[in-house]
Antibody
Framework: QVQLVESGGDVVQPGRSLRLSCAAS????????MHWVRQAPGKGLEWVAL????????YYADSVKGRFTVSRDNSDNTLYLQMNSLRVEDTAVYYC?????????WGQGTLVTVSS | EIVMTQTPLSSPVTLGQPASISCRSS???????????LSWLQQRPGQPPRLLIY???KRFSGVPDRFSGSGAGTDFTLKISRVEAEDVGLYYC??????????FGQGTKLEIK
C-alpha cells in the first residue's frame, strides 16, 4: 500500500535552516509528481511546493520562494524540503503529498515550530 | 492566483440528513487539456487530509457513494446524501488547474447538531 512518512520536523529559531524528508513506499515513486503542503496550527491548508516526477520542474508558493528548495532522490524514493531563513510564520505541520489525478495520498505530517 | 471561496464555513447537520458545501473559483478551472482539476478533501480531527473527489465528480478509491461532486467552470458543490457521525471534520476544495500556486478553499467545518 502507498505510504508516505515525513521526518525532520523540529523546534528552530528564526533565521535557521531545517531539512524535511519524506520516505515513499508502495508505489513507483519516480512516476509521480510530489507536493509539500503545510497547515499552520488551527489554520487551513497552504500549498508550498511541487516537483515533477523526474525532478526537472519545480514550483513554489510566493511565501517560500527563494528560501525553500524541493528536491527528490528517485533512486532512494525520498522527497526533500530544504527550508532556509525560517520565519515564525513558517510554523506548521508539513505534509508530503502524492499527485495523481488529484492529491491522492498524504503523509501523517511533521511539525516545524519556528520560535525564539 | 486563483482564489477559492467556500460556503458555508460552518455546517451543523442532523445525522441522516443531507449536507452541501459550495466552492467558487475566481477564474474558470477548465484546463487547456479539457479537464477541470477541482478536488474535494476531508480532514477528520487530528488526521491528515484525505482525497474524496477529483476532477469535479470522480470519487476516489474507497470513498462511500454518499459523497458526490458536481459543477462546472467556476461553481462546484460537494454533497453528502446522508450524514454519518464519521463525516464530522473539515472539508476543503482545491484547484490544480493553474500552477503555481495550487490553491485551497478556507475549509468548511461539518458538525452534528
Amino acid at each position: 500500500q502507498v505510504q508516505l512518512v515525513e521526518s525532520g520536523g523540529d523546534v528552530v529559531q528564526p533565521g535557521r535552516s531545517l531539512r524535511l524528508s519524506c520516505a515513499a513506499s508502495g508505489f513507483s515513486f519516480n512516476n509521480y509528481d510530489m507536493h509539500w503542503v503545510r497547515q499552520a496550527p488551527g489554520k487551513g491548508l497552504e500549498w508550498v511546493a511541487l516537483i515533477r516526477y523526474e525532478g526537472s520542474e519545480r514550483y513554489y508558493a510566493d511565501s517560500v520562494k527563494g528560501r525553500f528548495t524541493v528536491s527528490r532522490d528517485n533512486s532512494d524514493n525520498t522527497l526533500y524540503l530544504q527550508m532556509n531563513s525560517l520565519r515564525v510564520e513558517d510554523t506548521a505541520v508539513y505534509y508530503c503529498v502524492r499527485d495523481s489525478w488529484g492529491v491522492d495520498f498524504w503523509g501523517q505530517g511533521t511539525l516545524v515550530t519556528v520560535s525564539s | 492566483e486563483i482564489v477559492m471561496t467556500q460556503t458555508p464555513l460552518s455546517s451543523p447537520v442532523t445525522l441522516g440528513q443531507p449536507a452541501s458545501i459550495s466552492c467558487r473559483s475566481s477564474q474558470s478551472l477548465v484546463h487547456s487539456d479539457g479537464n477541470t482539476y477541482l478536488s474535494w478533501l476531508q480532514q477528520r480531527p487530528g488526521q491528515p487530509p484525505r482525497l474524496l473527489i477529483y476532477n469535479i465528480s470522480k470519487r476516489f478509491s474507497g470513498v462511500p457513494d454518499r459523497f458526490s461532486g458536481s459543477g462546472a467552470g467556476t461553481d462546484f458543490t460537494l454533497k453528502i446524501s446522508r450524514v454519518e457521525a464519521e463525516d464530522v471534520g473539515l472539508y476543503y476544495c482545491m484547484q490544480g488547474t493553474q500552477l503555481p500556486p495550487y490553491t485551497f478553499g478556507q475549509g468548511t467545518k461539518l458538525e452534528i447538531k
